[in-house]
């Protein structure tokens, strides 16, 4: 090439960029393609030999492609200062290539300590030596950890006290075990430097040392040096510190909780999104503003960690449609997507879904929309598009329902989608899919009150009520203000009523047995056994009044009403009868108190004919309590409650932890006391709505606890039930609709763990 086409060409590459930038709209990637011009210019002026031009051009090249556009740009110009002898350039150059980029491969590393160890050790280059520690650092886990950190302390102290050489000594104790040493290096660093990762790692650091930390008071340094990939790579760093924390401790996983670091989380994000932005308008700033993608990805945690996770999500879809403007991945439309959905944009929830399969096609895992999508056609009154995205979903996924336990939420969405393909079947008159979809829900250990609920509303749209009261009372879900009707039965009888003085429910050590009052009638009922009455003895009796009720089986005592005492009555025979070996005989006994609270003597008694009419309505409630109680405790005694422990913490759920079913949320717990229950949670408005914030819950807990033994008496269980956030309480052998839905709950709970331990 002659001298003067040379010129030429170097002219050409000016033109060529000034073109670019003079672009409108001027683009993020027209800084990168002036990245690339700068590269061929800048080689070109290297073979004319123009070499301290040649690495100006590259350090500009390098600036404009960004860290991970060209990774070779980095080590190029390198090279072309440590050939030039300007080695201590070279040595930083060499040292930001392999933090920054990313790409530096193990033998890239090899060739970089032979070049730089080929200056001998008298040398006073700082960045060579610092850049010879980052190349020696290897990975965590390294048999060589103590041999490599011996060799970096050695380095450190000719790299001049550099920031750098700080951070790089810090992971290298790290990797050898030496914690303490690793946070002494980090707070030294955060002292003299402002790295946005460093406070992520001193934390991380405090919580592997056993030490208090907070996350949440992590506040993020400004400084003009910072790129907007420091502070992405920082978002980065805490969102897998949260994740581990997740795991290991079971900490941030309420909703509440996530959201508070994860607005820590997005205020990095903001940082670095000025930044890039700054950079794209301007061209001022540094390699690490450069990158498209990077700020594309960026954009996508900023709104899911701070729209999406602080439930602002009409806010989070400008922050998705940023990032799919600069370097579009489904990922990004399907966050805008969800967004749509939760401030139910059922339109824009269409629209997304029209975009990602115009620019993807089936080349994106499309049934984790699917569900989403069908809302929108359902809720847009457009059964037909619902009952084809089933289709759809059919044709992409074809894994029974029954075989998505390992990944619950992938569950969740297909069962959500066919009860809503259910529905549209319906509305388009189309009984036969209806009957299919119900058959194979109500059949699945995935059953929810809201898939249920779904179900039923299909039924009545065809106008069958029947399968609709089917579907809504399949799970048969505890609701305290709800019970059923009670039938009429015979007479009182003496023998019905021993046979319940024998009742495994009362010689579970509960003296007395309530039953509140129905909503229908307001009698209440207190069952007792072996009473006094005078001389007599009761071994069975019922307490009965009507108003002044105890409620949800509290102990303490009722209001003074009127009250009947009705029982068998043990008469002892005379003197004479006694004498002759006679028996005691057994009768049926009525007395009466005004207030139900006097001593037995000032009982009245009364003829069983004054007995108010509600034998019927307690033989009734009697033989619900029993077979109830009965149920509960088969299917949940302390051996199983210790095993179903024992399986949670072998997979890895620990205790104040718990594991999604799907049903339900499943946990081991154990008290202060020592008393360790399995506890399951309940949200009746999962699969119900997707506007539904996460906070909008409606949960019920059901608690299986084992009560420790004492010097007094053996180990034994205790159940419990809690409505939401308020007060829990006992469930006693008189919640028989409680103690049947615990029994159920915590049988359908044992069949999905078994399947999910299976699956895992």
Known sequence: MSVDDAAEAMDGYERQRAALLASVPRMPHHWQEAGRS???????????????????????????????????????????????????????????????????????????????????????????????MRASLGDPGEDSAPERLRAIEAMHARAGGLPAALRIRARARDNAGDLEGAAADLDACMARSADPRVPVWRALLDYRMGRPFDLEAIQWPEHPDLGGGDYYSAGCELAEVVELLQQQEGQYTGSQDLARVKAVEARAYELGAARFEHYFATGEGGPLDAEPHIYAMLCNNLAIAGGFRQEKFAQAIPWHDKGWAVSPFWEQYHGRLRCQARIGDWAGVVDSWTVLRRAFGDDWPVEQAACEVAWAFERLGQPAQVLELMDLRAAHAGTPLSELISDVEAETRRAVLMALGAQAAARLGQRGPVERIARELLASDRLSDGLCRHLAQAWRLLGDEAQAERCERALDTPDPHERPALAQAAAPEVAAMLGWARAPFLDDGYAVVRFAALSDDGWSFELRKDGEMGDETLPIYAQIRRGGDVHDGEDEAPLAVPTWQFGVLNEAPGLFGRLRGKAPTARLYLAHSPTGHAPPAEWTEAPI????????????????????????????????????????????????????????????????????????SVDRKRDTDPTLPELAYDPYHFIYQIVPATDTGPAWVMYGFQQDAGKGRQIKPGDAALALAAARLFERALQRLQRWEAAR
């Open 609 to 680: 004919a004054q007995l108010p009419p509600v034998w019927a309505k307690l033989q009734r409630r009697v033989s619900e309590a029993d077979a109830a109680w009965q149920r509960l405790a088969a299917a949940a005694p302390l051996e199983r409650i210790e095993a179903t422990i024992a399986r949670l913490h072998a997979q890895g759920v620990l205790d104040g932890r718990d594991a999604d079913l799907g049903i339900c949320r499943i946990g081991p717990y154990l008290g202060a006391s020592g008393g360790a229950w399995v506890g399951l």
């Open 38 to 132: 700068l590269y061929e210019q800048a080689h070109l002026a290297r073979r004319l030999g123009r070499h301290p031009e040649s690495r100006a051009l590259m350090l500009e090249a390098v600036t404009r492609l960004g860290s991970i556009a060209l990774p070779q740009a980095w080590f190029e110009v390198a090279d072309w200062a440590w050939e030039d002898g300007d080695h201590d350039v070279a040595g930083r150059l060499y040292h930001d290539a392999m933090f920054k980029t990313g790409g530096c491969t193990e033998e890239e590393a090899q060739r970089i300590v032979e070049r730089l160890r080929s200056l001998g050790d008298d040398h006073g280059h700082p960045w060579v030596w610092a850049a010879l």
